[in-house]
T-cell receptor, first 114, second 113 residues
Framework: DAGVIQSPRHEVTEMGQEVTLRCKPI?????LFWYRQTMMRGLELLIYFNNNVPIDDSGMPEDRFSAKMPNASFSTLKIQPSEPRDSAVYFC????????????FGQGTRLTVV | AQSVTQLDSHVSVSEGTPVLLRCNYS??????LFWYVQHPNKGLQLLLK??????LVKGINGFEAEFKKSETSFHLTKPSAHMSDAAEYFC???????????FGKGTRLHILP
């Protein structure tokens, strides 16, 4: 397996534009997590899915953020409209089972909103 | 709910000297604990994990960590630092009763020549 694949690796967009980040988890993994990493706040859990169903989205900062997982092999994180304070590295991770198992991370998407 | 506290945001050691990165956790259930490493502009890689077996856990690159329930600690150590160890290290907790994976704020390790 190629591991967790995120795209794009880098995204630069203007304030107010819609941004969509994509993630392909490892095949067979039942859990998918989205994290945001900033210098000030470290790695924050935004949302996670189990078998394509969102389980906990309490970390999503505000209504501008939404995440979907239409099938077991694909998830998106959308920001609409984007703001400069959304600039961060966004990571996707997947695990075979839930708590207690190793998380495999993608390489991240570096988002810059100007 | 589980949480994790990394006691130092930066640690500097000389090459060849021991490394100690401190981590304390809070957990309602039986926790699983992990250490991940992140090299500059890279993703995260698992160093080691504790899942209720042996309390002293050995990981990659000579790192190890000891689970101490009485102290709610899971400190990461290495006997002799190498320049390639310079990176950010994250302590992570996950409860069997809750599938969330919670990261500490991270400790940046600097290796002095």
């Amino acid at each position: 397996d190629a591991g967790v694949i995120q795209s794009p690796r880098h995204e630069v967009t203007e304030m107010g534009q819609e941004v969509t980040l994509r993630c392909k988890p490892i095949s067979g993994h039942d859990y998918l997590f989205w994290y945001r990493q900033t210098m000030m706040r470290g790695l924050e859990l935004l949302i996670y899915f189990n078998n394509n169903v969102p389980i906990d989205d309490s970390g999503m900062p505000e209504d501008r953020f939404s995440a979907k997982m239409p099938n077991a092999s694909f998830s998106t994180l959308k920001i609409q409209p984007s703001e400069p304070r959304d600039s961060a590295v966004y990571f996707c991770a997947s695990t075979l089972l839930g708590g207690g198992t190793e998380a495999f991370f993608g390489q991240g998407t570096r988002l810059t909103v100007v | 709910a589980q949480s994790v506290t990394q006691l130092d945001s930066h640690v500097s050691v000389s090459e060849g000297t021991p490394v100690l990165l401190r981590c304390n956790y809070s957990s309602s259930y039986s926790p699983s604990l992990f250490w991940y490493v992140q090299h500059p502009n890279k993703g995260l890689q698992l160093l080691l994990k504790y899942t209720s077996a042996a309390t002293l856990v050995k990981g990659i690159n000579g790192f190890e960590a000891e689970f101490k329930k009485s102290e709610t600690s899971f400190h990461l150590t290495k006997p002799s630092a190498h320049m390639s160890d310079a990176a950010e290290y994250f302590c992570v907790v996950s409860d069997l009763g809750d599938d969330k994976i919670i990261f500490g704020k991270g400790t940046r390790l600097h290796i002095l020549p």
